[in-house]
């Protein structure tokens, strides 16, 4: 069955330490990956996505994800975390073989950027 | 704004009541989806549309939901008979096409069911 884990419930960084929310997938072949953000009371936003090439792909907001094909992770980070950037973070990942291109999603891990 | 929108942003009923839900795509989006997120969870994939043709359904979706995208704009979604359990914020998102474009997802309207 095809899966997202995100192992922490909530991630705690200082404002201007740089911070790294974790994902790993269970999906056959080559998924499709994303990050999307949910500030309260809005909807998702998507943040990146990995599709193939590189496996460092930059983001809105100064994100970035890499991708480790043989760990099966899609670890988000960014270098300097801001107050702001405190959220709830969803990884999502897309099988290449679905023709729909629906998206199964982790449980979310809530960011807090403390000043 | 031309985002995707949905209608109402939130709804209380009682149980047993039917209730609708309006999701307005991105206009040139072929793809539509919604989605269920209760409190603490992902959002988990109910159903798709491409255009007007409803192509997948999770088993999610029981027999009460029902799920229609006329003329492959606004779609809709009903619950008949709604239960407690059926408490839960939902998503619509939109896409385009087959290409591995990312879903824009709308604010959702959040159920509650009394």
């Known amino acids: 069955a095809q899966s997202v884990a995100q192992p922490e419930d909530q991630v705690n960084v200082a404002e201007g330490n740089p911070l790294t929310v974790k994902c790993t997938y269970s999906?056959?072949?080559?998924?499709?990956l994303f990050w999307y953000v949910q500030y309260p009371n809005r909807g998702l936003q998507f943040l990146l996505k990995?599709?193939?090439?590189?496996?460092l792909v930059k983001g809105s907001y100064g994100f970035e994800a890499e991708f480790n094909k043989s760990q099966t992770s899609f670890h988000l980070k960014k270098p300097s975390a801001l107050v702001s950037d405190s959220a709830l973070y969803f990884c999502a990942v897309r099988d290449r073989q679905n023709q729909g291109g629906k998206l199964i999603f982790g449980q979310g891990t809530e960011l807090s950027v403390k000043p | 704004d031309t985002g995707v929108s949905q209608d109402p942003r939130h709804k209380i009923t009682k149980r047993g009541q039917n209730v609708t839900f309006r999701c307005d795509p991105i206009s040139e989006h072929n793809r539509l989806y919604w989605y269920r997120q209760t409190l603490g969870q992902g959002p988990e994939f109910l159903t798709y549309?491409?255009?007007?043709?409803?192509?997948?359904k999770s088993r999610l979706l029981s027999d009460r939901f029902s799920a229609e995208r006329p003329k492959g704009s606004f779609s809709t979604l009903e619950i008949q008979r709604t239960e407690q359990g059926d408490s839960a914020m939902y998503l619509c998102?939109?896409?385009?096409?087959?290409?591995?474009?990312?879903?824009?997802f709308g604010q959702g309207t959040r159920l509650t069911v009394v």
């Open positions: 998102a939109s896409s385009l096409g087959h290409l591995p474009t990312e879903a824009f």
């Open positions: 990995y599709i193939t090439g590189d496996n």
């Open positions: 549309f491409q255009n007007e043709a409803q192509l997948e």
């Open positions: 999906v056959s072949g080559n998924p499709y």
